[in-house]
Nanobody, 115 residues
Framework: QVQLVESGGGLMQPGGSLRLSCGAS????????VGWYRQAPGKQRELVAY???????SYADPVKGRFTIGRDNVNNTVWLQMNSLKPEDTAIYYC?????????WGQGTQVTVSA
């Protein structure tokens, strides 16, 4: 059974950087997609970025050029490097992994961007 645990959230000033990590336990298989989502207060959860097992990556328009998604296959981790943070990036960030026979979410990590 695949389980996910996020880490790396916190409070950061505008223009700063944070790096989120999503650690996966269990067998994800050879074909999977891992995505980072976020949900701000009063708003719907939205996709931020995803990476496919092939290595293909995609980003939502609001974060293009500022966020980078990557993976560490040795440690079974997908990370999200967030640079040039803006107050509108404030949200709970969730990791999601989907593959054959599973679709799981992490517990979320709070990111607050404020002066």
């Amino acid at each position: 059974q695949v389980q996910l645990v996020e880490s790396g959230g916190g409070l950061m000033q505008p223009g700063g950087s944070l790096r989120l990590s999503c650690g996966a336990s269990g067998n994800m298989g050879s074909r999977y997609t891992v995505g980072w989502y976020r949900q701000a207060p009063g708003k719907q959860r939205e996709l931020v970025a995803y990476i496919i097992s092939s290595g293909e990556r995609s980003y939502a328009d609001p974060v293009k050029g500022r966020f980078t998604i990557g993976r560490d296959n040795v440690n079974n981790t997908v990370w999200l490097q967030m640079n040039s943070l803006k107050p509108e990036d404030t949200a709970i960030y969730y990791c999601n992994a989907g593959g054959i026979g599973y679709d799981v979410w992490g517990q979320g990590t709070q990111v607050t961007v404020s002066a």
